[in-house]
């Protein structure tokens, strides 16, 4: 049989332009002149980059997620690999009910999480601190490591440990010589899908992070719901470039 | 580790069962109590509270009741905690605040008894429905909000009714966010299969180059996405200008806060969540079955209907109810590019939490929205025999 029809090849080719296109358009705006957006853009600049580096609310916003996301990152990636492992190692009954349950953040309404939270977190002192928001998006951010781990694990062959413990390594060091060379894409790929998780995350930041604490999708938004400038696009265009960088650094962790 | 190897599971696994436990569903627990628990009134007036649980609910509660309810007012003024209070009963009945406010300031002044020096303050308290309003608030447990969640109340003798015609929004709202999650559904449906099946049927580096390009708004933030609407549906923005341009307009018109601009940036920040399990299912689909019927002289269309389609179905199902599932809940995208009147259960939602402190109402709205969700999940399950986590 010969290729795919060239209608289905026309219509995919349509949807995708239509799904990167307001990306793309963004990007090229963000280095629009003035404020007022013309596209094809009238000149280049980068004003609104420097705005963007030298502004301090979003100098601020900016540290303030690169912190978040280190601390979920770090969390996220300890506690999801330290469950996966157990998950896998562990048979015992109700597995299954164990991974859905880890995973349920996933497919809850962000909404409702974010009101829970926001709920428990006041009635314990934790709403508007930065522990409370790190926990947010811990639990939001923890079943990507979980599920990217457990899939490095299926592949992972147990007689290896076997091997290594008949040869009289202790289970440590059969873990990081045997165990820990071979899941470790799995783990880095979960600790980046944990830190652009928390990078992005808004609707929990929304309900969760105190007066002073805005992150960068915290900033942007009040930027559009305030005045709008441009410098929005600038912010949005680092973001996406992130994103970027993100899908390459797990696309090349998965392919090893 | 070997020897005891389900010891070891459950030390590594409890650490983030624990963090699950109190951070995730500790907390919805407590939504869903809230949804069901009225402790303003007892925690507020607990000597009223108690007095009025003995009363008979004939005419008038005795005096007793009487006077605690006016010093109990006066103190929880004094204390400055009488806004929960009357707040909570203003919102089963308008004027209530006004009521309890005037009472707990003319406290000091009022004498025993207060069966009489009460009414004569207000004839509110002369009526039988307003203690029987307040004795129902007492708790501990109500069903005012989830009644009002959808439009229901209670009259003061218990019996369920509808509200108001012109308090009526919250049926209308479910529905605004059923009809305009299912709008979506589909779009994200109808677009993406092509893509999905595309991916599956091209041969790498191609299909890997479509799924990249999937992948990279699935990957950039929601907000960013919608930010990118906003900016680009401005009335001076490119959209407008294009449709200019092309002479489909005769001058920009207002784009941001319509309906039209919710459906379109919702449907296109979902849309790959709707492709990926999609693909995922052709991706594994074995290619013989479409070459067999090929052989045997089945065209494209053929084909498309009786063997791609058919197949296709449980990622369709699947890509379907994901994206269903997080339209429904979904608060950015329509808070960002919609009306007033766009608006989903989600916004309404934030806007009790955060301007009304209505914790009652939102917490309702979060269990009907949370059974929504179950439904999506349990009708998956059902048709694809599949869990949500599975899918993609």
Same mark, same amino acid.
């Given at each position: 049989?010969?290729?795919?029809? $060239?209608?289905?090849?026309?219509?995919?080719?349509?949807? +995708?332009?239509?799904?990167?296109?307001?990306?793309?358009?963004?990007?090229?705006?963000?280095?629009? $002149?003035?404020?007022?957006?013309?596209?094809?853009? &009238?000149?280049?600049?980068?004003?609104?980059? &420097?705005?963007?580096?030298?502004?301090?609310?979003?100098?601020?916003?900016?540290?303030?997620?690169?912190?978040?996301?280190?601390?979920?990152?770090?969390?996220?990636?300890?506690?999801?690999?330290?469950?996966?492992?157990?998950?896998?190692?562990? &048979?015992?009954?109700?597995?299954?009910?164990?991974?859905?349950?880890?995973?349920?953040?996933?497919?809850?309404?962000?909404?409702?999480?974010?009101?829970?939270?926001?709920?428990?977190?006041?009635?314990?002192?934790?709403?508007?601190?930065?522990?409370?928001?790190?926990?947010?998006?811990?639990?939001?951010?923890?079943?990507?490591?979980?599920?990217?781990?457990?899939?490095?694990?299926?592949?992972?062959?147990?007689?290896?440990?076997?091997?290594?413990?008949?040869?009289?390594?202790?289970?440590?060091?059969?873990?990081?010589?045997?165990?820990?060379?071979?899941?470790?894409?799995?783990?880095?790929?979960?600790?980046?899908?944990?830190?652009?998780?928390? +990078?992005?995350?808004?609707?929990?930041?929304?309900?969760?992070?105190? $007066?002073?604490?805005?992150?960068?999708?915290?900033?942007?938004?009040?930027?559009?719901?305030?005045?709008?400038?441009?410098?929005?696009?600038?912010?949005?265009?680092?973001?996406?470039?992130?994103?970027?960088?993100?899908?390459?650094?797990?696309?090349?962790?998965?392919? &090893? | 580790?070997?020897?005891?190897?389900?010891?070891?599971?459950?030390?590594?696994?409890?650490?983030?069962?624990?963090?699950? %436990?109190?951070?995730?569903?500790?907390?919805?627990?407590?939504?869903?109590?809230?949804?069901?628990?009225?402790?303003?009134?007892?925690?507020?007036?607990?000597?009223?509270?108690?007095?009025?649980? !003995?009363?008979?609910?004939?005419?008038?509660?005795?005096?007793?009741?009487?006077?605690?309810?006016?010093?109990?007012?006066?103190?929880?003024?004094?204390?400055?905690?009488?806004? *929960?209070?009357?707040?909570?009963?203003?919102?089963?009945?308008?004027?209530?605040?006004?009521?309890?406010?005037?009472?707990?300031?003319?406290?000091?002044?009022?004498?025993?008894?207060?069966?009489?020096?009460?009414?004569?303050?207000?004839?509110?308290?002369?009526?039988?429905?307003?203690?029987?309003?307040?004795?129902?608030?007492?708790?501990?447990?109500?069903?005012?909000?989830?009644?009002?969640?959808?439009?229901?109340?209670?009259?003061?003798?218990? *019996?369920?009714?509808?509200?108001?015609?012109?308090?009526?929004?919250?049926?209308?709202?479910?529905?605004?966010?059923?009809?305009?999650?299912?709008?979506?559904?589909?779009?994200?449906?109808?677009?993406?299969?092509?893509?999905? %099946?595309?991916?599956?049927?091209?041969?790498?580096?191609?299909?890997?180059?479509?799924?990249?390009?999937?992948?990279?708004?699935?990957?950039?933030?929601?907000?960013?996405?919608?930010?990118?609407?906003?900016?680009?549906?401005?009335?001076?923005?490119?959209?407008?200008?294009?449709?200019?341009?092309?002479?489909?307009?005769?001058?920009?018109?207002?784009?941001?806060?319509?309906?039209?601009?919710?459906?379109? %940036?919702?449907?296109?920040?979902?849309?790959?969540?709707?492709?990926?399990?999609?693909?995922?299912?052709?991706?594994?689909?074995?290619?013989?079955?479409?070459?067999?019927?090929?052989?045997?002289?089945?065209?494209?269309?053929?084909?498309?209907?009786?063997?791609?389609?058919?197949?296709?179905?449980?990622?369709?199902? !699947?890509?379907?109810?994901?994206?269903?599932?997080?339209?429904?809940?979904?608060?950015?995208?329509?808070?960002?590019?919609?009306?007033?009147?766009?608006?989903?259960?989600?916004?309404?939602? !934030?806007?009790?939490?955060?301007?009304?402190?209505?914790?009652?109402? !939102?917490?309702?709205?979060?269990?009907?929205?949370?059974?929504?969700?179950?439904?999506?999940?349990?009708?998956?399950?059902?048709?694809?025999?599949?869990?949500? %986590?599975?899918?993609?």
């Amino acid at each position: 049989m010969k290729g795919p029809h $060239p209608l289905l090849l026309v219509a995919a080719a349509l949807v +995708l332009a239509f799904l990167l296109a307001p990306m793309l358009a963004v990007v090229v705006l963000s280095f629009a $002149p003035t404020e007022v957006l013309h596209l094809p853009p &009238r000149g280049l600049s980068l004003r609104w980059y &420097r705005d963007f580096l030298t502004n301090d609310r979003w100098v601020l916003a900016t540290r303030n997620s690169l912190v978040v996301g280190t601390a979920v990152m770090v969390l996220a990636t300890l506690l999801g690999s330290m469950a996966a492992l157990g998950l896998h190692l562990g &048979r015992f009954r109700g597995r299954g009910v164990i991974l859905a349950l880890l995973t349920l953040p996933m497919v809850t309404p962000f909404i409702v999480t974010a009101a829970s939270m926001f709920f428990a977190f006041s009635l314990v002192g934790l709403a508007s601190t930065l522990p409370g928001l790190v926990l947010g998006h811990v639990v939001v951010a923890v079943p990507f490591v979980v599920i990217s781990v457990l899939a490095s694990l299926s592949t992972f062959d147990d007689g290896l440990l076997r091997a290594a413990a008949s040869l009289g390594a202790p289970p440590w060091m059969a873990w990081q010589r045997v165990l820990l060379p071979r899941i470790w894409p799995g783990i880095a790929a979960g600790a980046v899908f944990a830190f652009a998780t928390s +990078l992005d995350e808004f609707v929990i930041t929304l309900f969760l992070a105190g $007066p002073g604490q805005f992150t960068l999708p915290r900033q942007m938004y009040a930027n559009v719901r305030e005045y709008m400038t441009p410098t929005i696009l600038a912010a949005s265009s680092l973001l996406f470039l992130a994103s970027f960088l993100f899908l390459l650094a797990t696309e090349a962790l998965r392919k &090893r | 580790m070997l020897a005891r190897p389900k010891l070891l599971a459950a030390a590594l696994l409890a650490p983030l069962m624990l963090l699950l %436990a109190g951070a995730f569903l500790l907390p919805v627990a407590v939504t869903l109590a809230t949804a069901v628990t009225d402790r303003e009134v007892t925690s507020s007036l607990p000597r009223t509270a108690a007095l009025l649980r !003995a009363w008979d609910g004939k005419e008038l509660p005795p005096e007793p009741a009487f006077a605690a309810m006016a010093e109990e007012l006066a103190a929880a003024l004094e204390e400055r905690r009488i806004g *929960e209070v009357s707040q909570r009963l203003n919102f089963e009945r308008t004027g209530m605040r006004a009521l309890l406010l005037r009472t707990a300031r003319a406290g000091p002044r009022l004498s025993a008894p207060y069966a009489a020096s009460l009414p004569a303050l207000d004839p509110a308290w002369a009526d039988p429905a307003t203690w029987k309003l307040i004795r129902r608030a007492a708790g501990p447990v109500t069903s005012l909000y989830l009644l009002r969640a959808l439009d229901f109340t209670r009259t003061p003798d218990g *019996e369920v009714q509808a509200v108001a015609p012109d308090q009526a929004v919250f049926r209308t709202l479910f529905l605004r966010t059923l009809w305009v999650s299912l709008q979506v559904t589909l779009a994200c449906v109808l677009l993406g299969w092509p893509v999905a %099946a595309a991916i599956a049927a091209l041969r790498p580096p191609w299909s890997s180059a479509a799924l990249f390009m999937v992948l990279l708004p699935f990957w950039s933030s929601v907000l960013v996405r919608s930010t990118a609407w906003f900016a680009l549906l401005q009335r001076e923005g490119p959209v407008n200008q294009a449709l200019v341009f092309l002479g489909l307009l005769d001058a920009p018109i207002q784009l941001v806060g319509t309906r039209a601009a919710v459906l379109l %940036a919702t449907a296109h920040v979902l849309l790959p969540v709707a492709i990926l399990p999609m693909a995922g299912v052709m991706m594994r689909l074995d290619p013989r079955h479409a070459q067999a019927a090929a052989s045997l002289g089945a065209g494209p269309w053929l084909r498309f209907r009786r063997i791609l389609l058919p197949l296709s179905l449980p990622g369709v199902l !699947a890509g379907a109810a994901m994206t269903f599932l997080l339209a429904v809940g979904f608060y950015i995208t329509p808070a960002l590019v919609g009306g007033e009147r766009d608006q989903l259960v989600a916004w309404f939602i !934030a806007q009790f939490l955060n301007r009304d402190v209505n914790w009652g109402m !939102a917490a309702a709205l979060s269990v009907y929205l949370l059974l929504m969700a179950g439904a999506v999940a349990a009708l998956l399950r059902l048709f694809t025999g599949r869990g949500l %986590a599975s899918a993609p």
